[in-house]
């Protein structure tokens, strides 16, 4: 810990972690702090933060409001390639991480910060997604990463350490949840759910009801695409994170989006993670029904192919990577005939979809129908068949020859 630092700009969100972070800073380097939070969707949890920082001892606090900027060009991309993390994660904090730590390198440089700070652990994912960010973007910068450098190696000592200093916390010994909200989701890790065998608690969930208490009524809606990006839910157009909550809504209100996942860190380790999604889940449900209609099946079969290596990459922080990049030009590429509308029906944790249509749908009815037709030669079946038989013809007369 011998770095000479003159001003850090911390990645502060108000919990345990940051708030004694923020402190250690200070007494450590004996530098300025200036404390950045950014807003992406965490709603009443961000009152307290900027009281709360200054009278921690930040030098300045930066509030930004990034809601449209994180949905518009974090989570549309990533929906738009139908990203997902080994079949179960749809990358809520993978996606932000990228976007708070470009920001934090943009406060820095605006306060002439020599140094930047995040709160994530030498165990986890997002001190990858944070550094990696900060040194596509800024490749001088200081990095100061305490959970690798200070000896407050666990939730206990961590309490203990903020209320020594004064430093008011919401985490207790008993329920130290660590928990990560956004418009896209909101994660619960540690506690009693380091136990992959201990069961979530029904009190613990923030965005969802209960499947078991949502309405006994079915709910119907429509959600409207262009270009692969959702611009309207039920023929009411939104800007993107208006259109997202509007999602969160209606799926939190039906109990959709619970996932309880064992999934495998980049840093080598599996961890236990339960998310809730509503809206990103519609999202993918519906966007996934309008692309059945309008994507070509060797671009789709070559995309789906391609999501594994993306939806990693992403969870792995190498979002401003070259092959990301590149990645998201192809995926893009091939979301330009995606426009239409799906309907699904919202019911008790599900969001079934029940109709999709699209003005430039490759569906034809007059080809697919089983009724007579007057388009579709079905004697052409049979040398398409034979032509692709023929080299299992072949190899099983060269097995009995």
């Not at 920082?53 to 060009?73: M, P, Y």
């Not at 001190?127 to 040194?135: A, G, I, K, M, S």
Request: glycine share 8%; aromatic share 8%; hydrophobic share 40%.
């Amino acid at each position: 810990m011998a770095k000479e630092v003159k001003k850090v700009v911390l990645a502060y969100s108000g919990g345990l972690d940051t708030s004694v972070i923020l402190k250690w800073l200070i007494e450590t380097f004996d530098c300025e702090v200036v404390a950045f939070c950014a807003d992406i969707g965490q709603g009443e949890e961000l009152d307290p933060v900027e009281a709360k920082a200054l009278k921690t001892g930040a030098s300045q606090v930066f509030i930004e409001d990034l809601k449209e900027e994180f949905v518009r060009d974090f989570v549309f991309p990533a929906f738009r390639a139908n990203a997902i993390y080994e079949g179960q994660y749809l990358l809520g904090t993978s996606l932000a991480r990228p976007l708070i730590a470009k920001n934090q390198i943009e406060i820095a440089q605006k306060t002439g910060a020599d140094a930047v700070s995040h709160g994530a652990t030498g165990k986890g994912n997002d001190q990858v997604r944070f550094e990696l960010t900060y040194q596509a973007l800024m490749p001088g910068i200081k990095i100061i990463a305490p959970w690798r450098e200070w000896n407050l190696n666990s939730r206990t000592l961590l309490i203990e350490y903020a209320k020594k200093n004064g430093i008011p916390v919401t985490a207790t010994k008993e329920k130290p949840y660590s928990t990560d909200r956004n418009l896209l989701h909101i994660s619960f890790e540690g506690g009693v759910l380091e136990d992959p065998w201990n069961a979530p608690d029904d009190s613990m969930f923030v965005l969802s009801v209960s499947p078991k208490d949502a309405p006994d009524i079915p709910e119907e809606i429509i959600v409207s695409f262009e270009k692969g990006d959702p611009v309207a839910v039920n023929n009411k157009k939104l800007s993107p994170a208006n259109l997202l909550a509007e999602l969160n809504r209606l799926g939190g209100k039906h109990g959709i989006g619970r996932v309880d996942i064992v999934e495998n860190r980049f840093v080598g380790m599996k961890s236990r993670g339960v998310y809730e999604t509503p809206g990103g889940t519609i999202l993918r449900a519906a966007h996934m029904a309008v692309e059945s209609l309008t994507l070509d099946r060797e671009v789709a079969h070559l995309r789906d192919s391609l999501i594994p290596r993306y939806a990693e990459l992403a969870y792995n922080g190498f979002w401003y990577a070259p092959e990301r990049e590149v990645l998201q030009t192809l995926m893009d590429t091939a979301q330009q005939t995606v426009t239409g509308d799906a309907r699904l029906v919202l019911y008790k944790g599900n969001a079934t979809v029940t109709g999709r249509k699209a003005p430039k749908s490759l569906y034809r009815d007059d080809f697919a129908t089983f009724e007579e037709d007057a388009v579709y030669r079905q004697k052409d079946a049979e040398g398409f068949i034979r032509l692709n038989a023929l080299r299992l013809r072949i190899q099983k007369m060269v097995r009995e020859s």
